[in-house]
């Protein structure tokens, strides 16, 4: 039987990392390795798929940029045209995993798995994660009971929703988690399903990559005790056009910041009000804050960070803080 194409998108991450000693799990040099490298350490892939690879960027992931999601998105949905792939996986250093996940979530119309997939170690590593890690990444992208559910992402054995999941940890290698629970695993080149993402994503996503070029500045300011509204300030000055409140609790806000956010609304910034919790926050309208006094928005489950990418995606389509609140609740 003519066996699934599957192409593997390079960019980075500790997945491409190398060490100076097999002893060195933490202290390395993140993307070093190159992709047909990766792809020849692991010759069982040839047993599931026609690999082939290809290096957008060599970067560690945190310094991915928007320039870097668009570049990535529009390679990701011109593959996914192609009648000659069947799916995509796209290897990514673990710092913003979660945020490129969530943007090609939103963003490519396909129905074809994209899977994306890092490691904690690097490969020159004792018990490197990165080779099973890519061969159960491979393994999903190849088969079509992934089909139809956003994109993923295999990591320890678990495949979460790239819409949902997120480090929650450093150092271990059971780093990601998704607060809803993960949709299933992936065991020996086999897939097991539980549950399937209820919101919109991919061929249901009324945004388009194709339809995208540039994305505005979403910038994220945190909440503590003793905050202060200096960073709020600055950002706008630097022309944000939306600030997400990495608000302590339910998305509370003090009172010697909320001012300024009114005011910063009033000159047309966006208030989005999201929650720094670790193990996954949930901000409600009018809780905390009269949001629609002040016409805020809320970011729902949705992290700081995810809550910045799903902003700038629906600013580059509406400037409606009302049609923005609605994009929250669906995606
Ligand atoms: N584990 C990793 O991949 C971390 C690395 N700093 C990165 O995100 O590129």
């Known amino acids: 039987a003519e ?37 020849a350490g692991i010759p069982q892939l040839k047993t599931i798929a026609e690999v082939r690879g290809e290096q957008v960027f060599q ?30 996986v796209i290897t990514h250093g673990t710092d913003t995993l979660e945020e490129t996940a969530y943007f090609l979530n939103l963003v490519v119309r396909t129905d074809k798995p994209i899977v994306l997939v890092g490691s904690m170690r690097p490969g020159t590593a004792m018990s490197a994660d990165g080779m099973l890690n890519l061969y159960n990444a491979v393994s999903v992208a190849a088969s079509k009971d992934a089909r139809g559910k956003g994109v993923l992402v295999t990591m320890n054995d678990e495949i979460n929703s790239g819409r949902d999941v997120s480090k929650m940890v450093n150092l271990r290698t059971e780093a990601f988690k998704s607060p809803w629970g993960a949709l299933g695993m992936v065991v020996e080149g086999k897939n097991y399903w539980f549950r399937l993402p209820a919101k919109r994503h991919t061929n249901n996503s009324e945004f388009d990559i194709e339809k995208i070029d540039t994305l505005p500045s979403v ?53 989005i009000r999201s929650s720094h919790v670790n193990a996954g926050g949930f901000v409600l309208r009018n ?38 609140q609605r994009i929250f609740w669906e995606y």
């Open 59 to 88: 970067i560690a992931s945190e310094s991915f940029t928007n320039d870097n999601l668009v570049t990535l998105g529009k390679r990701v949905a011109a593959l996914v045209k192609q009648g000659d792939v069947d799916g995509v």
């Open 3 to 39: 066996k699934p194409n599957v192409v593997i998108l390079a960019t980075g991450g500790t997945i491409a990392g190398a060490g100076a000693d097999a002893t060195n799990s933490a202290t390395y040099q993140a993307a070093k390795v190159p992709v047909d490298k990766l792809i």
């Open 219 to 271: 910038e994220i300011a945190y909440g503590s005790g003793n905050a202060s509204d200096t960073a709020y300030r600055a950002f706008a000055a630097k022309g944000a056009k939306a600030i997400i409140h990495a608000g302590t609790g339910n998305g509370s806000v003090s009172s010697a910041v909320v001012p300024s956010l009114q005011e910063l609304r009033g000159k047309g910034i966006q208030i």
């Open 287 to 324: 809780a905390e804050q009269p949001d629609d006094k002040y016409d805020w928005v809320v970011a729902h489950d949705l992290n700081p960070q995810k809550a910045r990418i799903l902003a700038a995606v629906a600013l580059s389509k509406t400037q409606d803080s009302k049609e923005l």
